[in-house]
């Protein structure tokens, strides 16, 4: 589909008719939407919810040495703490014994 309008939100939300609605996307829309085409249909239970994105994102970006300043202005945190949950939640994918073997 091609985008008509120059101004607004770049992502939003489009009806099966192939109309783009007005307002944005809301963040927890995008959890959904990442899931959807990897999901097979009979799957259910875990989704990747947008937060876990959003911790990926910060916790890789901290590992390649990105200020917090930085990561804060992307992810739009505004409490350090916060943003420092997120790259600590996100390194328990990489600092456990399962990675240390190969899985």
Known sequence: MRRRSRSGPVFR?????????????LADSIGGI?????RPPATTGSNLPGTALCAGLATQAAANGVS????????????????RRYIREGSLFRENAASQVGL
Do not use: C, F, W
């Open 34 to 38: 990442v899931n959807a085409p990897a």
């Open 13 to 25: 939300a489009v009806d099966g008719y192939g109309k783009a609605a007005e307002d944005r996307l």
């Open 68 to 83: 917090e300043r930085v990561i804060m202005k992307q992810t739009q945190h505004r409490s350090l703490n916060t943003l």
